[in-house]
């Protein structure tokens, strides 16, 4: 089994920054694509940034030039580093992984359990 743990979530007035970490661990052979999605209540889970294996990003339009998505390889780890927070940006933020535990094993998502950023004065 594949457990991702998330931390950085917590309360930050507009205009600040935070910054989401989301640690893989357990049987993984390999990591394909890391991301992050939010969701509010009453709405459909966004997509906020995702991250391929090579390195190339995409970004939801309310967070492009505010929000950067990176992951340590090496420690099977994903980062949101958000700034210029906007209230609308308050959420529950979802770390999710596609990983295979085998080498001729399909590649299978895992999701996190999700950690609350408020953006509030």
């Not at 007035?13 to 209540?41: D, E, H, K, T």
């Not at 889970?45 to 090579?54: D, M, P, Q």
């Not at 596609?98 to 950023?117: A, H, I, K, S």
């Amino acid at each position: 089994q594949v457990q991702l743990v998330e931390s950085g979530g917590g309360l930050v007035q507009p205009g600040g920054s935070l910054r989401l970490s989301c640690a893989a661990s357990g049987i993984i052979f390999s990591i394909n694509a890391m991301g992050w999605y939010r969701q509010v209540p009453g709405k459909e889970r966004e997509l906020v940034a995702g991250i391929t294996s090579g390195g190339n990003t995409n970004y939801g339009d309310s967070v492009k030039g505010r929000f950067t998505i990176s992951r340590d390889n090496a420690k099977n780890t994903v980062y949101l580093q958000m700034n210029s927070l906007k209230p609308e940006d308050t959420a529950v933020y979802y770390c999710n992984v596609e990983f295979r535990p085998g080498l001729f094993v399909r590649y299978r998502e895992v999701w996190g359990q999700g950690t609350l950023v408020t953006v509030s004065s």
